[in-house]
């Protein structure tokens, strides 16, 4: 790895070598190239993660939610002013052309954090009505206390911001892991936070699915939320029940277009082209399938087809490309059987498996 950016986590409010020094190659998806490496976490490090956490979350609960506020806003606009160093650096470890992440994925997150920055003032209690003579029950929030958090590596940096923002904006403490293959701007998100935020109320902690395993059944955590496969969602909830965490689950699925025999047919075709191939497809609501009426079938298939033939893709210097190279892999070796087992009779989704 030399001349190679070494990652590290961050915890309690700096920089963290993993405690038994294993590391793994960060490759960018659009040159095949290694370009960092990042560690991989083990039992120890997810424990100071949530020590730290726990520790941090006994004044940060504390503090007011104007306080919090203005900590968030200041966040964000730290975020606004490392935009391209954010962009650069999302692109490169997910091969996303630079043009759109500086467009459409970034400006959305420092609105998210802005947006929970100022939701956090709107908390309010409810009265639950009197039961006993001389009683009043009421209800009260309060922060849930440390989360464990697993972001995907489909989209980074929001899914991060997505996680984080509203658990700090409610006075909880984190610890995020993010995926293994793409952990470059959560931990640059931390770095920057840490200018606002009281050590370890904000924990970066990258690892492999181990890493990941070690933080949901990690007895500190209150609540645990991942965005992944059903198939890690009930890990995640098997472990979770052993305790009673918690639990957001966000998984995979499939996102199914419908088109009826009155539907303009170009238009369908050029917004279905658009959803099912931004980001290469590797999004939760891409449009994955199309169920279109026997009246405009051919119709549409052709339009869908020339779609496909105008859509550009290429390396993130591109401005014309809609998406770029898959996230890695692994990912690649899937969709690449998808082709490989299609039935010999290609019918456009005539043909039964």
Not at 54 to 64: G, H, N, P, Q, S
Not at 74 to 79: I, N
Not at 224 to 233: C, D, L, N
């Amino acid at each position: 790895m030399t001349g190679k950016r070494v990652l590290h986590n961050f915890i309690d409010g700096a920089a963290a070598e993993p405690a038994d020094g294993r590391y793994a190659d960060l490759i960018d998806p659009s040159t095949g190239e290694v370009f960092a490496s990042a560690p991989i976490s083990g039992q120890q490090d997810v424990d100071r993660a949530m020590a730290a956490a726990a520790k941090a979350f006994e004044t940060w609960r504390d503090t007011t939610p104007g306080e919090r506020q203005r900590a968030l806003l200041k966040f964000a606009d730290a975020v606004e002013a490392r935009a391209d160093e954010l962009v650069a650096a999302e692109s490169e470890n997910t091969g996303k052309p630079l043009g759109l992440t500086a467009s459409e994925e970034l400006p959305p997150a420092i609105d998210q954090i802005r947006f929970f920055a100022g939701a956090a003032r709107l908390l309010e209690g409810r009265s639950a009505g009197e039961y006993l003579t001389g009683f009043t029950s009421y209800v009260r929030r309060e922060p849930v206390g440390v989360c464990a958090q697993v972001t995907p590596w489909n989209y980074p940096l929001m899914m991060a911001v997505w996680k984080l923002a509203p658990a700090l904006a409610a006075g909880n403490a984190v610890v995020l892991k993010p995926s293994d293959t793409t952990p470059v701007s959560t931990v640059l998100l931390a770095e920057i936070a840490a200018e606002f935020l009281p050590p370890g109320v904000l924990n970066v902690v990258v690892g492999d699915r181990d890493t990941g395993r070690a933080l949901v059944s990690h007895p500190t955590p209150q609540l645990v939320s991942i965005t992944g496969s059903v198939r890690a969602g009930m890990e995640v909830a098997a472990a979770a029940a052993k305790d009673l965490k918690r639990t957001h689950l966000e998984l995979g699925g499939k996102a199914p277009v419908v088109i009826f025999d009155d539907a303009d047919v170009e238009a369908a075709a050029a917004a279905i082209a658009e959803a099912g191939y931004f980001n290469a497809g590797q999004d939760c609501t891409a449009a994955t399938r199309v169920l279109a009426a026997p009246g405009v079938y051919s119709d549409f298939v052709a339009a869908l087809a020339e779609q496909a033939r105008g859509t550009r893709t290429g390396p993130p210097s591109d401005a014309d490309v809609l998406y770029g190279p898959l996230n890695n892999a692994n990912q690649f070796a899937r969709v690449s059987g998808f082709l490989d087992r299609l039935p010999e009779s290609r019918g456009c989704g005539r043909t039964t498996s």
